[in-house]
């Protein structure tokens, strides 16, 4: 099966920055949209940013300017570059992708474990 792992998390002051992973591997016909959410303490989950296939990108207004989500298709990896953290982007994020297993079958949502990003006050 498909597996997303996410890697790059850990603490960072205010005003750092960070760049997240996410790698897919498994038995993989294509992959189409990718994006990164997550789920801070208390909170619900939220959409940080996606990205599609031919690289057109989405943000949420929280983060725009600041994070830079990206993909390298022949890596079936997506990235998250995070630049001036503040201590509200403390979160579990997590990386979700739409993939085709097979051409004979429909895209379904793929989701990784969550890595934790923390940006204390």
């Known amino acids: 099966q498909v597996q997303l792992v996410e890697s790059g998390g850990g603490l960072v002051q205010p005003g750092g920055s960070l760049r997240l992973s996410c790698a897919a591997s498994?038995?993989?016909?294509?992959?189409?949209?990718m994006g990164w959410y997550r789920q801070g303490p208390g909170k619900e989950r939220e959409l940080v940013a996606t990205?599609?296939?031919?690289?057109?990108?989405n943000y949420a207004d929280s983060v725009k300017g600041r994070f830079t989500i990206s993909r390298d298709n022949a890596r079936n990896t997506m990235y998250l570059q995070m630049n001036s953290l503040k201590p509200e982007d403390t979160a579990v994020y997590y990386c979700?992708?739409?993939?085709?297993?097979?051409?004979?079958?429909?895209?379904?949502?793929?989701w990784g474990q969550g890595t934790q990003v923390t940006v204390p006050s």
């Open positions: 979700d992708a739409a993939i085709r297993t097979s051409i004979s079958r429909p895209a379904a949502t793929y």
């Open positions: 498994g038995s993989i016909f294509s992959i189409y949209a």
């Open positions: 990205i599609v296939s031919d690289g057109g990108t």
